[in-house]
């Protein structure tokens, strides 16, 4: 299903990656599809280039501190 699973990521997908994300304001699922990679890929890549912390991405899909509810990228 994820093409690109187990596949470096190349400067222009990290690229890519920060403007989808930044600029675009596109969801996880969507810059996953994109790039043929899973969400949690998508996820971990965000955080390790430090793209966005993971209350940014909580926060961007309506979380509530202290909620309870799970948040699915």
Do not use: D
Request: net charge positive.
């Amino acid at each position: 299903m994820y093409s690109r699973f187990g596949n470096r990521w190349s400067v222009n997908e990290i690229l890519s990656l920060q403007r989808e994300w930044e600029l675009l304001e596109l969801t996880i699922h969507q810059i996953a599809e994109r790039h043929q990679r899973s969400p949690e890929a998508i996820v971990f890549k965000l955080a390790a280039e430090e793209f966005a912390t993971n209350e940014e991405m909580l926060e961007r899909y309506g979380a509530k501190k202290k909620s309870n509810r799970k948040i699915r990228y």
